[in-house]
């Protein structure tokens, strides 16, 4: 996405400017929508039941656990 152009005479573009540090022109940043509140994993967890999100807890701590390697010995 390209950022909109301003104008390119010095004099308009500090009109612009003050116009918009003012309120009397909307920011070209306020034009964008807000971004949504729940978005992947934590829309994910919300969605699911309290039961199978214990099982996917339950699943994920067993298989971390048996993917770590033995401690090293050093001597």
């Given amino acids: 996405m390209t950022a ?14 003050i116009d918009i540090a ?5 920011s070209p940043v306020d034009s964008r929508p807000a971004p949504v509140a729940l978005d992947g994993a934590p829309a994910h967890a919300a969605s699911i039941a309290p ?5 996917i807890t339950k699943k994920a701590t067993k ?9 090293v010995k050093r001597g």
Wanted: aromatic share 0%.
């Fill in 4 to 17: 909109p152009k301003g104008p390119s005479d010095s004099n308009q573009l500090a009109k612009s400017m």
């Fill in 22 to 26: 003012t309120g009397q022109q909307p």
């Fill in 51 to 55: 039961e199978r999100r214990a099982e």
């Fill in 63 to 71: 298989e971390c656990g048996e993917r770590k390697s033995p401690a």
